[in-house]
């Protein structure tokens, strides 16, 4: 069974600080994706990772995959106050089976950024 | 162009009544999801289609789960004699095609079940 685990699952920090939530899964996949989620709302995409070494780039967001270890980072650059949400990675298994397509999601990180 | 589109948006029913949920995909997307959202599991996957087949119906959570679709568009999920621990947000995803593709997420429809 397909396992995701996210750390840390809560995470406070300082505007103008750097941080890195990382994302851990227990079997063999190269597609990965990171979504955001705002209270009361629902998914939205952000990342989508597909091989071993890829690094995608948003604003002050960048996401890394390493699929050797299985696993993934999202690094916050200079934290805003915007950027308060919750965060999943999600997985979804190589192609060959009939749970292809099914995100299996990490717990979810809770970011605060405060002043 | 319209996003994907679940309807109700929330629905408060009595325990042991049946109850469906619509989504609409993304106009010209194969591949529909419905997961679901509550407090204690996270987020879960339960059933997906690629057009109006459902390969992988493993996630659904007891036989009282079913769904369809219809015209490789509009689905339906159907929870029937509703239990409380069925509440929680029901959201439902496509994707263009199924592989290695971005899943777009509705809004969810809230079930809450007294």
């Known amino acids: 069974e397909l396992k995701v685990e996210q750390n840390p699952l809560f995470l406070s920090m300082q505007e103008g600080k750097n941080y890195t939530i990382y994302c851990n899964y227990s079997t063999t996949s190269d597609r990965l994706y990171w979504y955001r989620q705002d209270p009361g709302k629902s998914l939205e995409s952000l990342f989508v990772l597909l091989s071993n070494g890829a690094v995608k780039q948003e604003g002050r967001l960048m996401a890394s995959l390493d699929t050797k270890a299985r696993l993934s980072t999202l690094h916050i650059t200079a934290a805003v106050h915007d950027l308060s949400a919750t965060y999943f990675c999600?997985?979804?298994?190589?192609?060959?089976?009939?749970?292809?397509?099914?995100?299996?999601f990490g717990q979810g990180t809770i970011l605060t950024v405060h002043p | 162009g319209a996003g994907v589109s679940q309807s109700p948006s929330n629905k408060v029913t009595e325990k042991g009544k049946d109850v469906e949920l619509r989504c609409d995909p993304i106009s010209g997307h194969t591949a529909l999801y419905w997961y679901r959202q509550s407090l204690g599991q996270g987020l879960e996957f339960l059933i997906y289609?690629?057009?109006?087949?459902?390969?992988?119906k493993s996630g659904l959570p007891s036989d009282r789960f079913s769904a369809e679709r219809t015209g490789g568009s509009v689905s339906t999920l159907t929870i029937q004699r509703t239990q409380q621990e069925d509440s929680a947000v029901y959201l439902c995803?496509?994707?263009?095609?199924?592989?290695?593709?971005?899943?777009?997420f509705g809004p969810g429809t809230r079930l809450l079940v007294l």
């Open positions: 995803a496509s994707s263009e095609r199924l592989v290695a593709e971005t899943q777009y």
């Open positions: 999600a997985v979804t298994p190589n192609a060959g089976g009939t749970s292809y397509g099914k995100l299996t």
């Open positions: 289609f690629q057009g109006n087949s459902a390969p992988d």
